[in-house]
C-alpha cells in the first residue's frame, strides 16, 4: 500500500522559515517525481515545486522562486521543501504527491502570521 505522509508544518511568523517532509512508504521516491502543492482557503490548489525522477531537476513556481527549495534524501525515502522568508500569503495546507501514479499525502498545515 503506497502512503505519502507530509509533516514539518506549522504556525510561523512572518519572515520564518520552516522544513517540510514527505516521507513516503510502498513506493520508491527515487523512481518518481515528487511534487508539492498547497492549497489556501477559498483558492485552488497550485503547484509550488517539483523535483524530477530522471536526474533531479527542480523547478519551483515563480511564487517561491528563491524563497523555497526542494530537496531529496534517497536513503530515507523522503523529500524536502525548504521554506525561508515565510510570508502571510504562503499560507495554505501543503501537500506531496508522487507523479505518475497520483499518489497524495494527506496534507500539513502552514500558517504564517503577520
Known amino acids: 500500500q503506497v502512503q505519502l505522509v507530509e509533516s514539518g508544518g506549522g504556525l510561523v511568523q512572518h519572515g520564518g522559515s520552516l522544513r517540510l517532509s514527505c516521507v513516503a512508504s510502498g513506493l520508491t521516491m527515487v523512481a518518481y517525481a515528487i511534487a508539492w502543492f498547497r492549497q489556501a482557503p477559498g483558492k485552488e490548489r497550485e503547484g509550488v515545486s517539483a523535483?524530477?525522477?530522471?536526474?533531479?531537476?527542480?523547478y519551483y513556481a515563480n511564487s517561491v522562486k528563491g524563497q523555497f527549495t526542494i530537496s531529496r534524501d534517497n536513503a530515507k525515502n523522503t523529500v524536502y521543501l525548504q521554506m525561508n522568508s515565510l510570508k502571510p500569503e504562503d499560507t495554505a495546507v501543503y501537500y506531496c504527491a508522487a507523479l505518475p501514479g497520483g499518489y497524495w499525502g494527506q496534507g500539513t498545515q502552514v500558517t504564517v502570521s503577520s
Open positions: 523535483i524530477s525522477s530522471s536526474d533531479g531537476t527542480k
